[in-house]
């Protein structure tokens, strides 16, 4: 029986997640981890009945650590199985252009974590038609709304049984984007053309923590995003 489950996720979503499992679990102790640190008062600990969890969260949990949790350890992507790594919204955004066709649909990832980020067996996918125009708040959004759909779907069986969840066919495919790629892109060259500047802007241009960048005589300069607002989506709803 799973009696512990560490949770690693935004602050601001942990008293959702804990409710979902005291929902499956009402014994269910539950721990937030939100750094290393934290995680590492937990290294004298027994992990034979703890399961890690990840909604979402940046935090590179060390395979030695992973090892030791005798429920396991998943991960909720925001993003589908062919958009390993960072900020999967925007490069979904930033390659398939402003219109969306229908053929590139996007949606979450649950799967097992591994010492490589965004490497493990996959145990559930949800997958949705991409609306035409979109821009990254919205899909950001909608990513939130699928990963919660599957988190109330899974959370029974994480909250209490021990045993592996089954794992699909479903495979990781292209390369993993890094935080490097993310900052390359929200660099602008001089260079640019109105059309690159369009298509990045509406990949990363919302959002004080997403603005595009330029470089003028050794100076960098962030865009002061004034026709979209200081919007940002925080657990899924725009703030």
């Known amino acids: 029986m799973i009696e512990e489950i560490l949770l690693l996720s935004d602050p601001a979503l942990i008293p959702d997640l804990k409710a979902v499992f005291k929902d499956a ?35 590179i949990v060390p395979a030695a650590f992973l090892n030791r949790l005798g429920g396991g350890a998943y991960n909720f992507h925001p993003g589908p199985p062919d958009r390993p790594g960072r900020y999967p919204s925007c490069f979904f955004i930033y390659d398939n252009g402003v219109q969306s066709d229908g053929d590139h649909p996007f949606g979450s990832t649950v799967h097992e974590m591994a010492a490589q980020v965004d490497s493990g067996a996959i145990v559930a996918t949800d997958l949705f038609h991409v609306p035409t125009d979109i821009d990254r708040l919205t899909l950001d959004a909608l990513s939130f709304q699928s990963m919660l759909t599957l988190l109330r779907h899974l959370a029974p069986a994480l909250a209490t049984d021990p045993a592996p969840l ?74």
């Open 25 to 59: 679990n009402p014994r269910l102790r539950l721990l937030s981890i939100d750094t290393l640190d934290t995680l590492n008062t937990l290294e004298n600990r027994a992990l034979g009945n703890t399961r890690l969890i990840s909604f979402g969260g940046e935090l």
């Open 166 to 239: 089954p794992r699909i066919d479903a495979v990781w495919s292209g390369r993993a984007t890094t935080q490097r790629d993310f900052e390359a892109l929200c660099h602008l060259p001089q260079d640019i053309t109105e059309a690159e500047f369009q298509r990045r802007y509406r990949a990363v241009g919302e959002g004080p923590e997403h603005a595009l960048n330029l470089t003028l005589f050794g100076h960098r300069f962030t865009l002061n995003n004034r026709h979209a607002g200081p919007k940002v989506t925080v657990g899924g709803k725009i703030r």
